[in-house]
């Protein structure tokens, strides 16, 4: 690791380079920077979503979009929606699926690798793909197959991403899960 060692005028000049090269999380380091009001549970949020890279940058129009889609669904909107919410930064697959299985959870999951595994027992694990094409193949194909595990025994659509889950967490809890490829 280098230390700082030298004149430390050339110290001071290397650190405001520094200062001005840095662009992690750039809009919201800036609001939580300008940050002068009492703390929120927004604003928590927010700083942990910061410091784990993790802060989604949605457009108000995408927000628009699934609140039309909550008031009026059709799978046409969600793959839209889907679409554009792949587009984001800080949005794959699982995030995607989370924010639209609660935006319409009678219609729409959460894709999860415990409920893939569940569902799916002869895949070895959910493999997320990069185009996103095939990522919304892969979500409406999800879709499709968690449907008719539910009719076929009697699970509530609603619900089944957090039944299917902790199911998974109790009947496979001795086998590993692989991480998402």
């Known amino acids: ?20 090269q840095y662009k ?44 039309d889609l909550r008031k009026d ?5 969600m793959v839209s929606i889907l679409r554009s919410l792949l587009d984001l930064k800080g949005f794959d697959l699982p995030m995607a699926s989370t924010v639209l299985r609660f935006a319409c959870p009678d219609k729409l999951q959460i894709i999860d690798q415990r409920v893939y595994r569940f569902i799916t027992p002869d895949q070895d694990s959910l493999k997320n793909p990069y185009n996103h094409e095939k990522k919304i193949k892969l979500y409406l194909d999800y879709l499709e197959r968690l449907r008719i595990v539910c009719k076929d025994y009697n699970v509530p659509f ?24």
Not at 29 to 44: G, M, R
Not at 73 to 77: D, H, P, V, W
Not at 161 to 181: C, F, G, M, S, V
Request: hydrophobic share 35%; net charge negative.
């Open 73 to 77: 669904y059709s799978e046409e909107k």
């Open 24 to 67: 992690f999380q750039d809009k919201l380091t800036k609001k939580l920077d300008a940050q002068t009001e009492d703390f929120t549970e927004i604003t928590l949020l927010e700083i942990v979503l910061w410091k784990t890279n993790r802060y989604p940058e949605i457009t108000s129009l995408v927000l628009e979009d699934i609140n």
């Open 158 to 181: 609603n619900k089944s991403d957090r039944i299917l889950y902790q199911l998974d967490k109790t009947e496979n809890k001795d086998i590993k899960l692989t991480t998402y490829a």
């Open 1 to 20: 690791m280098k230390k700082l060692q030298g004149p430390i005028e050339d110290w001071k000049l290397k650190l405001e380079a520094a200062l001005g």
